[in-house]
């Protein structure tokens, strides 16, 4: 089993940047990649990126490709860079964990979220 916490989210202006940390603890925690995903008010959680063990391996979403960036200070500690944030942007940020896929059904460990609020 993995643990994670997110850490990060706020209340910012549209165009503005932020970054999410995602810190994972537990028996298994070095075994992962981790994913990323969101959920806006109303709407299915959808994919934004994931990163592996090896940190060179990353993958995002159309919607956030060449705005949003991950890296790894090591396989514990995950950020998730975000610039040019647009409202749209807004969502509760998840990391996750067991999975390397787009699929969030096919993650095994959650995190509890963190608000991103991006205003216009």
């Known amino acids: 089993q993995v643990q994670l916490v997110e850490a990060g989210g706020a209340l910012v202006q549209a165009g503005g940047s932020l970054t999410l940390s995602c810190a994972a603890s537990?028996?298994?925690?070095?075994?992962?990649?981790i994913g990323w995903f969101r959920q806006a008010p109303g709407k299915e959680r959808e994919f934004v990126g994931n990163?592996?063990?090896?940190?060179?391996?990353t993958y995002y979403a159309d919607a956030v490709k060449g705005r949003f960036s991950l890296s790894r200070d090591n396989v514990y500690m995950v950020h998730l860079q975000m610039n040019s944030l647009k409202p749209e942007d807004t969502a509760v940020y998840y990391c996750?964990?067991?999975?390397?896929?787009?699929?969030?059904?096919?993650?095994?460990?959650w995190g509890q979220g963190t608000e991103v609020t991006v205003s216009s």
């Open positions: 996750a964990a067991g999975a390397t896929t787009t699929y969030p059904d096919d993650y095994v460990s």
């Open positions: 537990g028996r298994s925690a070095s075994t992962y990649a």
């Open positions: 990163i592996w063990r090896d940190p060179t391996t």
